[in-house]
């Protein structure tokens, strides 16, 4: 995913904003928080997620998706995204 470097650091922000929203949780639960507390930090995760998510799924797309001149290659990789999505969205 050579493509991925031009965008690191931007994806190692999110990654990072993920695993502290991960490890507040952690802390959250252990400490026992408030349902609405836990619930509310749980939700922090799941955007923080979607985000690192909608930035591959967009990165990917346009190489692997939209740039191959090959129709094959391009059907190939629309079906394997499919199958992501089926996955990340269940």
């Known amino acids: ?3 991925l470097s031009q965008n690191k650091r931007q994806l190692m922000t999110r990654v990072r904003r993920l695993k502290g929203q991960v490890e507040a949780l952690e802390k959250a639960i252990e400490a026992d928080e408030e349902c609405a507390d836990v619930l509310t930090q749980v939700s922090a995760v799941r955007g923080a997620a979607q985000g690192l998510m909608v930035e591959l799924l967009g990165e990917h797309l346009r190489e692997h998706v ?6 094959r ?3 190939a990789e629309m079906s394997q995204v499919m199958a992501i ?6």
């Open 73 to 75: 290659v391009r059907q």
């Open 1 to 3: 995913m050579s493509h």
């Open 66 to 71: 939209a740039a191959p001149a090959d129709e």
């Open 85 to 90: 999505l089926k996955s990340y969205l269940r």
